[in-house]
């Protein structure tokens, strides 16, 4: 078998509701690359490259990436050498670096080969990746702060708690402006007022996100406050590249410390691991190199005992991904799934994401587990 073609695709679908106001073009995560790849035996597969940009830039470059430096590397390569071709791209693309819009694209080839080399073999990918664990998977959902409204946004979560979701992560804020992490008092009350929607029934996961930049003293003092809440985790408390604060953080809180969505490859998370700066790490198969990339990763948290849940905030495929990733590992327990409502997501695949109680029901299909609507790729195809 033989790759035919590759085809990296430019996507665009703000999330509906989002601040399109507040910025030149678009919102958080318009512009996705989805890499679609066909082989000369009628096998095709599907991966993303997580761009988000705000204006296109992101995923302009990763398509050129793909376009000018990986196609002609991958000419006549067999799609089931998935993990040889990862390390042969990581070697050969040195040149622009091995991090950042490099890890994005390698993300969407890798994804989608697996996809190909599982349909192959006529097997669920997690199987591909050595077993599949479990046939449903709990599920939180992931929705933004409005800290202006903070009884509809305790309201817009208590629904998911009811539909049996293992709990709901609020984070961000729906406008750069007005944030969650800006005031702490005002952070204090909305999270004590979504507890008492709640109840003690409900699990809580609190992502402070890039609108603010916390200090590690101000990221210590807010555990603090939150953990009498019954937090289930703080995420992203501190900027991702400041690891000797979260080296500080973790070890002065009972908090469960979170994050991890902006590593790139099994070398971060390993830096990660082995100074102990996060009780739980969140890797993203469509940034950090792909679904055999993040298999590594997860690998080497169970070998350190270390718990890990995807971050998924993109696209139908990287939910795809994250499942058959989450149902290959043992020590898998959790999902997120975005709530928020964005095309990409509701409307790319042809299958629903089966939901039953608030546990994703895994699918016994070849490959990733969907079907990619050429319909709507057209539909939200996206060229400057």
Request: proline letters at 4%.
């Amino acid at each position: 078998m033989k790759i035919k073609r590759i085809e990296p695709i430019i996507l665009y679908a703000q999330d509906k509701g989002s601040f399109e106001s507040e910025l030149n073009v678009g919102g958080y995560a318009g512009f996705q690359v989805v890499v679609h790849i066909e082989t000369d035996e009628g096998y095709d597969g599907w991966g993303e490259c997580c761009t988000g940009g705000e204006y296109g830039e992101s995923a302009l470059a990763v398509k050129t990436l793909i376009e000018r430096g990986f196609v002609p590397r991958l000419k006549d390569a067999d799609p089931r050498d998935f993990r040889k071709i990862w390390e042969k791209l990581f070697s050969e693309t040195s040149w622009y670096g091995r991090r950042g819009l490099t890890a994005f694209a390698q993300s969407g080839i890798d994804t989608a080969l697996v996809d190909i080399a599982a349909k192959s073999y006529g097997v669920p990918a997690s199987r591909l990746l050595g077993g599949c664990y479990r046939n449903e998977i709990p599920l939180y959902a992931s929705l933004l702060f409005d800290m202006d409204d903070v009884n509809g946004t305790a309201e817009k979560g208590l629904r998911y708690i009811r539909d049996g979701y293992f709990g709901v992560k609020f984070g961000w804020g729906m406008i750069p402006s007005k944030p969650f992490g800006a005031n702490a008092e005002a952070d204090e009350k909305m999270v004590s007022s979504i507890r008492e929607a709640f109840g003690s029934h409900g699990n809580i996961m609190v992502d402070v996100g890039r609108y603010v930049n916390w200090t590690s003293d101000h990221a210590i003092q807010m555990a603090k406050r939150l953990e009498k809440h019954g937090i289930f985790w703080l995420e992203e408390a501190l900027p991702q590249d400041d690891l000797a604060g979260y080296v500080r953080l973790t070890s002065s809180t009972d908090v469960t410390i979170a994050f991890g969505e902006g590593l790139y490859t099994v070398y971060d998370f390993a830096d990660v691991i082995s100074r102990h700066a996060a009780d739980l790490i969140q890797p993203d198969a469509s940034k950090l190199g792909g679904i055999s990339e993040m298999k590594r990763i997860i690998e080497l948290a169970w070998i350190n005992n270390v718990r890990w849940v995807p971050h998924n905030w993109s696209t139908a495929i990287n939910s795809a991904a994250s499942m058959q990733l989450v149902a290959s590992a043992p020590d898998g327990f959790l999902m997120e799934l975005k709530q928020e409502s964005n095309p990409l997501i509701s409307e790319l695949s042809k299958q629903k994401f089966q939901i039953n109680h608030g546990k994703l029901i895994v699918p016994d299909t070849p490959g990733i587990g969907i079907e990619i609507d050429q319909n709507v790729v057209d539909k939200y195809r996206w060229s400057p």
